[in-house]
């Protein structure tokens, strides 16, 4: 890997850390951030580590206006040994300069980004709890910062990697979600942005999760945008069935984020010789399944929760409750070894461990 020289300016005085038990989701944000701007006839210059603060942009910035904007999500995790280690963060830097094509936003050097996560990790490592199921999040992003109000690509873009210690995405934890199956509104259809990380997709879904929020359901399950009969992806997870002994995901298609859970779970999943498909599932095949008493399991992956078992679907008010409401053998293994391996529990036999040294 090649190596960067940042320029470092640290904080006077330091935050007070928040209590474990308080962390939640991406409300509390450490001592610095990371930096850099991009100018076409420059490319990608000055990175810095710099004091955490606000952005000050020209209100003629471009992505106030036309959301030329793409992120990540990924996490460092402190080990028993004092360690801090990244899982598979070169899969999220791969996703984020597949969004950027996408989005037209230039690419960055795969080991120029990497670097930059790992030197701001490194500066807070003092900010990755250690306790149970609490981890760093890490969120990179790149907005474009032309003052311009044509509706062309900017020249002009910052790269912002922010660090935020949390605790659990769901209030549940491991336990399951209740989960909406969504009818009216789409995000997204093949040929369109569903599987690039840009802020329109969930600008988009907010209207759905907030009325499936109100009838007390964790998030929406998404169908495709043709037929409103194939399954996609949860909210912010992907999501896996068990049927008969076969486990199913939907297979990518261009309108559904590739999450780098999602890829994990299908490697163990045939590391384990459990039979795991890709494929097109209608929402209808999972009903009938579960009318026949078929439907075993039914969870999400992503980085956030990780793996989040449903314990029910409501599709058009019918209620699928499944596994009698509880988390499956398939769902706990998986929690298991993937939470394992990031904290350091399990030997990675994978090469998915980035150690911050
Ligand atoms: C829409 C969507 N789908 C799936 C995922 C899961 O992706 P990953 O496993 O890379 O976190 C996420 C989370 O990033 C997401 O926002």
């Not at 308080?22 to 006839?41: C, R």
């Not at 990924?74 to 899982?87: R, V």
């Not at 930059?116 to 474009?144: C, H, N, Q």
């Not at 999760?209 to 945008?225: P, S, T």
Request: hydrophobic share 40%; proline share 5%; glycine share 8%.
């Amino acid at each position: 890997m090649k190596s960067f020289n940042f320029t470092v300016s640290e904080v006077m005085t330091k935050k007070t850390k928040p209590a474990s038990n308080q962390l939640a989701f991406g409300k509390y944000f450490t001592d610095h951030m990371f930096v850099m701007e991009y100018h076409h006839k420059k490319g990608w210059y000055d990175g810095q580590i710099v004091p955490y603060q606000p952005l000050t942009l020209d209100p003629a910035s471009m992505v106030f206006h036309y959301g030329q904007t793409v992120f990540e999500g990924l996490k460092a995790y402190a080990t028993a040994n004092g360690e801090i280690q990244l899982f598979r963060p070169e899969e999220n830097i791969k996703r984020l300069n597949r969004s950027n094509v996408r989005m037209c936003i230039p690419p960055i050097d795969p080991d120029l980004a990497l670097s930059a996560i790992k030197e701001l990790v490194k500066l807070e490592k003092d900010w990755v709890p250690k306790a149970e199921g609490t981890s760093l999040y890490i969120r990179p992003f790149i907005i474009a910062t032309e003052p311009n109000l044509g509706v062309e690509a900017a020249k002009q873009y910052k790269f912002v990697v922010i660090l935020s210690p949390v605790g659990s995405y769901y209030k549940e934890g491991i336990n399951p979600v209740k989960i909406a199956v969504e009818n009216d509104y789409i995000r997204s259809v093949e040929g369109g942005t569903g599987e690039a990380k840009t802020a329109g997709n969930y600008a988009g879904s907010l209207i759905a999760q907030e009325i499936a929020e109100k009838e007390g359901y964790a998030q929406v399950l998404w169908l495709d945008a043709h037929e409103k009969k194939y399954i996609e992806e949860v909210g912010s997870m992907n999501v896996f069935f068990k049927i008969d002994g076969e486990i199913i995901t939907p297979k990518l298609n261009g309108s559904i984020l590739p999450g780098v859970t999602r890829k994990s779970v299908i490697q163990l999943l045939e590391y384990w010789d459990l039979p795991i498909t890709e494929r097109k599932i209608s929402i209808e095949e999972i009903v009938e399944a579960h009318q026949a008493g078929h439907l075993e399991e039914a969870f999400g992956t992503g980085t956030a929760a990780v793996i989040s078992p449903i314990g029910e679907l409501n599709y058009n008010g019918e209620k699928l409750s499944i596994n009698n409401q509880k988390t499956g053998e398939i769902a706990k293994r998986l929690y298991d070894t993937i939470t394992g391996i990031q904290y350091g529990k399990i030997a990675d036999t994978f090469g998915w461990i980035n150690i911050i040294s």
